[in-house]
């Protein structure tokens, strides 16, 4: 006997709008909400709060600035590595590899360490180049953008191996050469394909942009260190660090949840 299937109603008319639930509420992020707001009013109406905001506040700009910078280099260096990876070219494959697994079987701390005051540091040819060395700001984004570029580069692969092969086909038979198909057909879709894994991935990079503090770099994390050392306020010193980066990676987080709804509209 043939079974008949019921048609499924849709819930919500034309023109209706959905209407929040207690349990569908966003409860985590008022509660963030709430943490940052608190740590706010302390801020206002406590004078020893609000000199320890005063002085941690000069950190914002070179942790945005080491973020930005580390950023950008990783992706332009991931993409390298990442083609490098795809290549058919044993050697470049290889030597891809080894990249991405040295840099990724290390504690990011430790390779920070290494590339701040050994690669930057003791082996810079400072006699040979006549350059001085990179200051300690400069150090740590490098390091940074060269640790990232060893995981952006497996972003980029996976979203280039994700377009099928028919692309690549059409392309040919429109008389495309092979760099013009990567970076007219492939690169385009695959970069649109990636942007939620590449926003997370700054967002682990802002938070990994703290551990740069232990080269003296002045930055969020390191001006806590100061004032709460010279202060011995702990307690408000931490949780005025805690607040700035709340606020800033919970920023790119709703932003990348945005971006990841609006990709998946049709017609975007």
């Known amino acids: 006997m043939e079974t008949v299937e019921e048609p499924t109603i849709d819930p919500l008319p034309p023109g209706a709008t959905a209407r929040w639930t207690f349990g569908?509420?966003?409860?985590?992020l008022l509660g963030i909400i709430a943490t940052i707001v608190l740590i706010g009013f302390q801020i206002f109406t406590n004078e020893t709060w609000r000199q320890g905001f005063n002085f941690i506040s000069g950190g914002i700009t070179l942790t945005l600035l080491v973020t930005v910078g580390g950023f950008v280099i990783a992706i332009v260096l991931g993409l390298v590595i990442g083609l490098a990876r795809l290549s058919p070219n044993k050697i470049l494959q290889n030597l891809a590899m080894y990249y991405i697994e040295v840099i990724r079987g290390v504690p990011v701390l430790v390779t920070i360490l290494f590339i701040s005051?050994?690669?930057f540091g003791q082996l810079w040819p400072e006699d040979i180049i006549g350059i001085d060395k990179p200051n300690k700001a400069l150090r740590g984004t490098l390091a940074l953008g060269i640790i990232y570029a060893a995981f952006?580069?497996?972003?980029?692969?996976?979203?280039?191996?994700?377009?099928?092969?028919g692309q690549r086909e059409a392309g040919m038979s429109i008389g495309l050469s092979k760099r013009q198909i990567l970076r007219f057909i492939v690169l385009p879709q695959a970069i649109r394909n990636i942007m939620p894994a590449l926003g997370n991935d700054l967002i682990a990079l802002l938070k990994d942009s703290s551990l740069v503090s232990v080269i003296a770099v002045r930055e969020l994390t390191q001006m806590t260190k100061l004032w709460t050392g010279s202060s011995f306020q702990f307690l408000?010193?931490?949780?005025?660090?805690t607040a700035f980066y709340l606020?800033?990676?919970?920023?790119?987080?709703?932003?990348?949840r945005w971006y990841e709804r609006h990709i998946a509209t049709p017609g975007h």
Not at 153 to 160: H, K
Not at 236 to 241: E, R, V
């Open 24 to 28: 569908g509420l966003p409860w985590w």
């Open 117 to 119: 005051i050994v690669g």
């Open 152 to 165: 952006i580069a497996e972003v980029f692969r996976a979203g280039i191996e994700s377009i099928p092969n």
């Open 236 to 241: 408000p010193g931490y949780l005025i660090l």
């Open 247 to 256: 606020t800033l990676t919970v920023s790119l987080s709703l932003l990348l």
